[in-house]
């Protein structure tokens, strides 16, 4: 971790000691029967930049891990790349720019 920290005080500094200075850690910021179930689940550390969030579950839920920019995608430059080996020039133009203004990465 960063300047020496340890691994584990770090992970407490996001979780248990973050809600006991807010005041809140009666209620959150560790896995104890009556307390807010709040949780992710990666495919590695979850203080590694490199780490994918694969689940979230707030107070016991789980929510949904897309957003506006993911569901457009989804919904229009997803189908329009099937179709990227019969496009012209200018076609393929414009579908890179459209890429580009929503910062898509690395999709064609």
Do not use: H
Not at 27 to 42: F, H, Q, T, V
């Amino acid at each position: 971790m960063a300047f020496g920290l340890p691994a584990d005080e770090a992970l407490k500094a996001v979780t248990i000691n973050a809600a006991e200075i807010w005041g809140a850690g009666d209620r959150m910021g560790s896995i104890e029967k009556g307390k807010w179930a709040d949780l992710i689940i990666s495919d590695g550390d979850p203080l590694d930049a490199t780490t994918q969030i694969k689940a979230v579950f707030m107070k016991g839920k789980e929510v949904e891990m897309t957003n506006k920019q993911i569901r457009l995608y989804e919904k229009y430059l997803k189908p329009a790349l099937v179709f990227w080996p019969r496009m012209n020039a200018t076609q393929r133009k414009l579908v890179q720019a459209i890429v580009r203004s929503v910062r898509v990465k690395s999709v064609l």
